[in-house]
Structure formats: C-alpha cells, structure tokens
C-alpha cells in the first residue's frame, strides 16, 4: 500500500510541476479503443516516432528544442483552443523526460485549455509497445 501511495503521489508532483493532468497508458489505450477524438501529438525524436507511435499521433518534435516547439506550435495552430490534445514521449524516464513540460508550457502559452500528457514510467518500448496497446509505424501522411 505505501508503494502506490507513493507512487501516485510522485505522479500528482509531477503532473503540478507540468500543470497538467496526466493519464496512465493503459486508460488512454482503453480511450482511443472507444474511438475518442483527441489530438494526440508524439513531443519526442523523429527516430522513436518513425519506429512505433500511437495510432493517430502526429510527430510534432522534440520540445526540448526550440526547432521541436515551433513543429508543435505549427501543428496544433489549426486546432480549436478547447480541443482535447494529449501528448507523449517516451525517451526516457517520465522525471527525466526533456519534451513533456515544455510543450505543455508552450500549448497553454497558446491558450489551449485541455492538455492532458500520458504518463510513461519508463520508456515508450517498455510502458506502452510491451504492454500491448496499438502502434504504428513510420511517417503520418
């Protein structure tokens, strides 16, 4: 019990630190299972996006560098302002991940008002492919 308390409460710092909800992947699989119309938006490097990302997600590049906002800035311009839009990463741990906080910064800079990130323990392989839930491979069109 002191371990998921701990766990979650771990979660709910990081989620304030990015001043945004976070969602569990295996509740976002279930969510895009029933056919939710969200912007999903892959914030990390080009080479885990071409490789396996979450069916529907568009590459919008590592938002740790200012070349990553601008790609995210340019995607989600055409998007109505209260759009549900979750992002992910994936790189590296979630308390080490470069990409999160910067592009949800630069989204609520925008004025987007539902950002939600999905929470990757570990990495993309591990918390997401390995457990099962969809990918797809290579560039959106």
């Known amino acids: 019990m002191r371990t998921i308390s701990i766990v979650a ?3 709910l710092t990081v989620a304030a630190a990015a001043d945004a909800p ?6 976002f699989a279930a969510q895009l299972a029933k056919g939710s119309e969200v912007a999903v938006f892959q914030v990390g490097f080009g080479y885990q ?6 069916p529907g997600a568009v590459y919008a ?12 800035k340019t995607a989600a311009a055409k998007l109505s302002r209260d759009r549900e839009i979750v992002l992910y990463c994936g790189c590296c741990p979630w308390e ?11 989204l609520k800079g925008m004025g987007f008002t539902r950002v939600t990130a999905v929470h990757i323990p570990t990495t993309f ?10 990918v797809e491979s290579g560039e959106k069109k």
Do not use: M, Q, T
């Not at 976070?22 to 509740?27: A, F, H, M, T």
């Not at 080490?96 to 630069?106: D, L, R, S, T, V």
């Open 22 to 27: 976070v969602l569990e992947p295996k509740d």
């Open 61 to 72: 590049g590592p938002a740790s560098r200012p070349d990553g906002i601008e790609l995210l």
């Open 96 to 106: 080490k991940c470069p990409n999160i906080k910067p592009a949800i910064e630069a």
């Open 49 to 54: 996006y071409r490789a396996n990302h979450i």
């Open 9 to 11: 409460l771990f979660v």
């Open 125 to 134: 392989k591990a918390d997401w492919i390995d457990k099962g839930y969809p």
